[in-house]
């Protein structure tokens, strides 16, 4: 059965590499993404495999029985959504949206698993249960398109007893995947704080309430919730990387300073109580000095784990695939990724795809203007989720 994925990964690869030029050059924006559900389900019409779209507005979910019988279901993701960048590259896919660019590789995940469910389908007579296929909206944009796609029943009808992710990883290079069984992304949440004091002359702060002064010192404050009150072990980190004057200058003490920052953990109980804490610190010292503090939080994703049994299968299945020298180990990360409420639902594993290349000069980081990916990486990232996806049925008692 490897031989045949690995073999119709390389036979539809020009294909998967068109299908990503197309969704590439073709970007759309969280919770906007009409035409790319469109194109997805024409594909899928395409093949003939069954879908439903529109799932959850601008989704596509699709489900493909296998030929052996009736047995559980395992679920493979993927993010459709752009980001608001204005891309640099000078390739023939380029986008032809101006200002927005699938900049975090989620045309890669879109064409990967369209290469994975047209080498699913063709195989389907060899295994049993059901394989489920999820196009996944707005990973980019807070709630998350996972959380709204769960709201509207997707682990449901039928539920998937595992599902699995992949993510682009430009440090790896092309060829390799990397996985961590465990804690492995951060919960995120948005911080935004107003200090508020008594503007006045600089010359003269003893008839003000100084915000400026108001805002160092809970910002110097506020790191000691990281430092003394989380437990050392526990990854967090509490950043504020905007700082702005409603007014003031070079003598003119402002009345007002907002901030706005990010909190990030990897247990929940920690978090809530991290979130509280740092209204009551920066409460308590401003009115300590005269002035007030206002805490607006927009909670963002959860932590994302990876379950242990799952992940360990799949690092079994990666060098089985890929070849032991091609399965890495990844580190924690503080960045985060709605696919953490699947895994707070349903047993998950999300995994790095390689698409670096220095060789070829491939190496800017997600998020850029100029990220672009080693298109080799498409013959894996099709080839082993079908894989696992097969795989895992077997592992999955019915």
């Not at 919770?31 to 790319?36: A, C, L, N, V």
């Not at 699913?120 to 996944?136: D, H």
């Not at 508020?196 to 160092?216: C, K, M, N, W």
């Amino acid at each position: 059965m490897r031989e045949k994925i690995q073999d119709a990964a390389t036979d539809f690869h020009t294909d998967t590499i068109s299908i990503r030029r197309h969704l590439h050059a073709h970007p759309e924006l969280s919770f906007e993404e009409h035409e790319t559900g469109k194109f997805i389900a024409g594909k899928l019409q395409e093949w003939g495999i069954p879908f439903q779209h529109p799932f959850s507005d601008t989704g596509v979910v699709a489900h493909i029985e296998g030929g052996k019988g009736p047995g559980k279901t395992i679920a493979l993701r993927a993010d459709i959504d752009a980001l608001p960048i204005e891309e640099k590259n000078d390739v023939s896919y380029c986008s032809t949206n101006l200002g927005v660019m699938h900049a975090c590789g989620h045309d890669v995940h879109t064409s990967s698993l369209l290469g994975a469910a047209r080498i699913l389908w063709q195989e389907r007579a060899q295994f049993s249960g059901t394989i489920k296929l999820i196009f996944q909206p707005g990973e980019e944009k807070a709630p998350g398109g996972a959380s709204i796609m769960i709201k509207d029943g997707v682990l449901q009808n039928p539920a998937p007893a595992a599902i699995f992710g992949q993510h682009v990883h430009p440090p790896l290079e092309v060829g390799k995947i990397g996985l961590r069984p465990g804690l492995y992304m951060a919960s995120a949440d948005e911080l935004y704080l107003t200090v508020t004091g008594r503007g006045g002359h600089g010359a003269l702060p003893h008839d003000t309430v100084d915000s400026i002064v108001l805002t160092a010192q809970i910002i110097t404050a506020l790191q000691t919730l990281v430092s003394r009150e989380a437990d050392p072990i526990l990854p967090s980190v509490l950043t504020f990387g905007h700082i702005a004057s409603t007014g003031g200058a070079t003598n003119i003490i402002p009345n007002e300073v907002k901030l706005k920052g990010t909190f990030r953990t990897m247990d929940e109980q920690w978090r809530a109580h991290a979130l509280k804490r740092i209204q009551e610190v920066a409460d308590g010292i401003a009115k300590a000095m005269g002035g007030s503090a206002k805490l607006d939080i927009i909670h963002g994703y959860p932590f994302l784990h990876n379950n242990e049994s799952l992940t360990t299968r799949a690092i079994d299945y990666a060098r089985e695939y890929m070849g032991p020298e091609n399965v890495v180990d990844l580190p924690i990360r503080m960045t985060s990724e709605d696919f953490a409420y699947y895994s707070q639902e349903v047993p998950a594993c999300f995994y790095r795809l390689g698409t670096g290349n220095p060789s070829r000069g491939i190496t800017s980081p997600v998020h850029t203007n100029t990220f672009d990916v080693d298109e080799d990486c498409l013959l894996h990232g099709v080839g082993l989720m079908a894989w696992m996806a097969v795989q895992e049925l077997k592992f999955t008692s019915i």
